[in-house]
């Protein structure tokens, strides 16, 4: 088996259907397995070290659920498969990564049952590891808004130059490599810009950078909807699959990120204007009631 045929196993399921396949190369299957596991041993863990605060555990796991299955289906099933032939199945694939599964896992918050999964050793090793001055402060600067919002944006501009998405298409390695960047940065913008229990949120500034990053991506959107050329012809050559010409496809793949991509993260940001507003008349309100 060649290195490249390594990350493209599939298994297809019809003769002569090769668009139908699951992807079950071990670079994609083993880490989804292992992440299920280790989440698993440590949500299990803390449910059997205490009954306080089950609701909430019970909610992160169920979002944990729905983003790792949403992971699951974008990188195992047939919308694997259909993305390196038809241009608007990889756009879709691309969103559920960045807009779909990243938010969910945010939300989740995994790290408590995931470090709860080590050995005790393990724990205090990760403790200490991620207590450096070097990595305190690498981390400090990636998880400034602003910052994480154009780390964001550049990994999904320059994945899109033509160059670099027909060599990821033609390349296992650079494919996966493509992916782990979108969603790797994607975690990082929605970690930086969800709220989360105990920590002082600037609604204002995350506002801004949702509605920033709904702006350019769907600039990116528009201009793949409009443009009369084929941005990446290999990854159109099959577009008849959906009954679409190589154009159409196109099209449709921007459609894609201008449209309900646009709208996650619009309505994410209408979501954080609501909350603030809401607090904001809140600290209002409980401020009047502070004796002079």
């Known amino acids: ?9 599939s298994i297809c399921y019809g003769a002569g259907a090769p668009e139908a396949g699951w992807t079950l190369a071990l670079p ?3 880490p989804l397995a292992a992440i299920a596991l280790v989440y698993w041993a440590g949500a299990s863990r803390l449910w059997r070290r205490s009954a306080r605060g089950r609701p909430e555990r019970l909610r992160q796991g169920l979002l944990f659920c729905a983003g790792w299955g949403v992971l699951t289906a974008a990188l195992v099933s047939p919308i694997h498969a259909l993305g390196e032939r038809v241009f608007a199945a990889h756009m879709i694939e691309h969103e559920l990564l960045m807009a779909v599964t990243a938010p969910l896992l945010v939300a989740a918050c ?6 709860w999964a080590l050995p005790r050793s393990l724990r205090r090793g990760t403790g200490k590891l991620t207590r450096g001055r070097v990595l305190q402060a690498v981390w400090t600067a990636a998880t400034r808004p602003l910052n994480a919002t154009i780390i964001h944006g550049i990994a999904i501009w320059i994945w899109h130059i033509p160059v670099l998405f027909e060599a990821a298409l033609r390349q296992g390695v650079l494919h996966y490599a493509q992916h782990a960047s979108f969603l790797g940065t994607a975690l990082l913008f929605w970690w930086v810009l969800l709220p989360r229990p ?5 609604y204002g500034s995350c506002v801004m950078h949702l509605f920033f990053t709904s702006l350019h991506t769907g600039l990116l959107g528009v201009l793949l909807l409009m443009s009369p050329k084929l941005w990446y012809p290999e990854n ?4 008849a699959l959906w009954g679409l010409s190589p154009i159409e496809d196109q099209q449709l793949a921007g ?11 619009g309505g994410a940001a209408l979501l ?3 909350l603030w507003i809401s607090n904001s008349a809140t600290r209002e309100a409980t401020d009047g009631l502070r004796p002079g």
């Open 28 to 30: 994609i299957t083993l």
């Open 1 to 9: 088996m060649s290195f490249d045929a390594f990350f493209s196993t």
């Open 236 to 239: 159109a050559s099959n577009a």
């Open 110 to 115: 995994p790290g408590v049952a995931l470090i």
């Open 198 to 202: 105990g920590r002082q949120q600037t």
């Open 255 to 265: 459609l894609v990120m201008w449209v309900p991509a646009g709208l996650i993260y």
């Open 272 to 274: 954080l204007a609501g």
